[in-house]
């Protein structure tokens, strides 16, 4: 078996592995550049309009043969989970290449290409199940359900001429599916002879994450001391955290408002998970319809999407009139409709990477509300195993060699990790 990592021995994200055994080759993740080559926020506006030829060659594209042309020769393209550094750059490949995927990771890139202008279309989508082998070529694959920010991610033990590779994805052990981490490292695969691990949390603060309920907790006892308005400033699809900051509404009496998107979300994600739905009668729950975005969907030919939300909709009057009643799920783009409130005073809650506020579009929404006298409070856990988790899961499984990935800090892994480590650099060979 031959591994070759594309992208990911020297940074997070654009995650990109090859493997090949025999005459079969597949690609795991295909994922978008986080940052630039000068350590900034990562936009692909600027390089959208160069050939894949030219993405190649300035290192956007992954070198990766016959992945472009018609006819190529993989076999087939298996996606982890719903982040964009994981599956950001797939339609830039051969449409004939079959891609394997999660059926709800498959229903968020729907949803993605809808409101987020993503161009990720799989026409004929090849879904796997948790914990159930699927073969593409001379490879036995399993999916190992994952504890993760994204609803739907996955690890995956791949096997082939009598070797065995394991492929960490992006996981933790304090999320909501806290029992699916604890069952992984009860009864992990044996006689792993690589481990391709993350290591996303190496070289930041090494202190024991918060667990998503201990957040859901800090939410509450925010909620209930409020007498004024609270916006949530958080990925819409940490599925995780809107499930805590719906809870602990519930618990403080206050009403969680989310636009559109968040909405259609949580409605067909309720589809695989028990999920706070606006049209299943979940109670304390309402939708803000943002001018830009909806008039979008309108245009766009989604206007069915946007009338079954109606019945629920909360009118900018009721919040400027009684701001203590709500908690609004917010993002940078809802700036000029939230502007038009003229609310003042409240919490704006930060709930993402500390990282992502030096993000222009991100500072510039920050600094509005701190000028309108808004008090930010940060209230986050990682979506990425802490260290101690990371030694906890390379311990169970115990490979014969581990290959950092998604990490700043290769170098190390040497010094945490009791097993051989093996520091690979962007499109080296290694044979197993």
């Not at 690609?27 to 050939?51: R, T």
Request: aromatic letters at 12%.
């Amino acid at each position: 078996m031959q591994l070759i990592i594309h992208r990911g021995t020297n940074e997070i994200g654009g995650s990109c592995i090859e493997i090949q055994s025999g005459n079969s080759r597949i690609v795991l993740d295909f994922g978008m550049p986080l940052l630039n080559a000068n350590a900034k926020a990562f936009n692909f506006k600027e390089y959208e309009n160069l050939s894949v030829n030219e993405l190649v060659s300035k290192s956007i594209l992954p070198d990766v043969k016959d992945a472009y042309s018609e006819n190529s020769k993989i076999d087939g393209l298996i996606i982890s989970h719903s982040h964009a550094d994981h599956y950001g750059l797939m339609h830039y490949l051969d449409k004939d290449i079959p891609v394997w995927i999660g059926k709800a990771t498959h229903e968020i890139l729907k949803i993605n290409n809808i409101f987020l202008n993503q161009e990720n279309n799989i026409e004929t989508p090849n879904y796997f199940e948790r914990w159930k082998q699927f073969q593409i070529g001379d490879f036995t694959i399993t999916p190992y359900w994952n504890d993760h920010s994204a609803f739907d991610a996955y690890s995956f033990l791949i096997e082939a001429n009598g070797k065995k590779l394991f492929y960490s994805g992006d996981f933790r052990s304090h999320g909501r599916k806290k029992e699916v981490y604890k069952k992984f490292i009860e009864n992990p695969p044996k006689n792993i002879d690589c481990l391709i691990m993350e290591g996303t949390t190496i070289g930041r603060n090494s202190i024991k994450s918060k667990k998503e309920e201990d957040i859901e907790n800090d939410f509450y006892e925010c909620f209930k001391n409020s007498t004024s308005i609270n916006y949530v400033f958080t990925s819409t699809q940490n599925i995780d955290r809107l499930v805590s900051i719906y809870k602990a509404c519930l618990k403080a009496g206050k009403t969680f408002v989310v636009d559109v998107y968040g909405a259609h979300l949580l409605e067909k994600l309720s589809e695989f998970a028990k999920l706070p739905s606006l049209l299943k009668g979940y109670p304390n729950m309402g939708v803000y319809f943002y001018s830009q975005p909806t008039s979008k969907l309108m245009k766009d030919g989604y206007e069915e999407m946007v009338y079954k939300y109606v019945s629920k909709k909360i009118k900018k009057e009721a919040i400027i009139n009684n701001p203590s009643d709500y908690v609004l799920l917010v993002r940078a783009s809802m700036l000029r409709d939230l502007k038009s409130m003229n609310i003042k005073d409240g919490n704006l809650i930060y709930s993402m990477w500390s990282g992502y506020k030096d993000q222009p579009k991100t500072k510039e929404f920050i600094d509005f509300f701190e000028g309108n006298n808004c008090t930010v409070i940060d209230m986050h856990t990682s979506g990425h195993a802490d260290v101690e988790t990371l030694k906890e899961f390379a311990n169970a499984i115990n490979p014969k060699l581990i290959i950092p990935i998604h990490t700043n800090n290769k170098n190390e892994y040497k010094s945490i990790f009791d097993q051989t480590v093996l520091e690979l650099d962007d499109n080296q060979i290694y044979t197993i």
